[in-house]
């Protein structure tokens, strides 16, 4: 069965802190992809992947930066994080076909105080 | 903007009644996948419905293009249907709705 791991599942910092989430998938999928849910807002799209190395721009990237530095890993820094910033990630992946299923991991609750 | 519609936001039922859940679409799309979260809890896959209808066990989605619209009909609902119902539009960025919350009651 496909899998899509993040960690850590829980995360508390204070504003400014650093932050990195970590997502491995182990599907050999080219896509990868990164969101928050927000309670009103649904998923949005903060940053995505077409495969090692590359990285696009989502919907709401202000304060994010992101990078996949292997087919398997990408990963999500908050370089100096905000109570804004306090969400549910959500890292998917899939493969380069848009009808295949999409993968989702169990997801990181980041609270910044 | 891509923007994706849901409706209703939420929905309450008695076990063993039918739901049907509306998605719309500010664009023409082929590419239609509907996905199912516990609270908290990760998304699942349900469905991918590019056009017509598609029917997986209890669910049955229903895609019309020239309509710009996707609905997914939940027959004899059970207990452990409860939670949130998305829809997305699947291109090579990947659009959500905000949801459709449901409740199945004993």
Redesign the interface.
Known sequence: EAAVTQSPRNKVTVTGGNVTLSCRQTNSHN?M?W?RQDT????R?IH?SYGAGNL?I??VPDGYKATRTTQEDFFLLLELASPSQTS?Y?C?SRGRD??E???????T?LTVL | ?QQVQQSPASLVLQEAENAELQCSFSIFTN?V?W?YQRP??????LL?N?SGTKQSGRLTSTTVIKERRSSLHISSSQITDSGTY?C?F??????????TSLLVDP
């Open positions: 896509y992809y969101y009103g807002h649904g998923l799209l995505y696009q989502g919907d549910l959500f998917a848009s009808a299923t999409l993968y989702f991991g169990s997801g609750r | 903007e590419q996948q996905f908290g809890g990760r998304l699942v896959s991918y590019p998305l997305a699947m291109g090579y960025k990947l659009t959500f709705g905000t949801g």
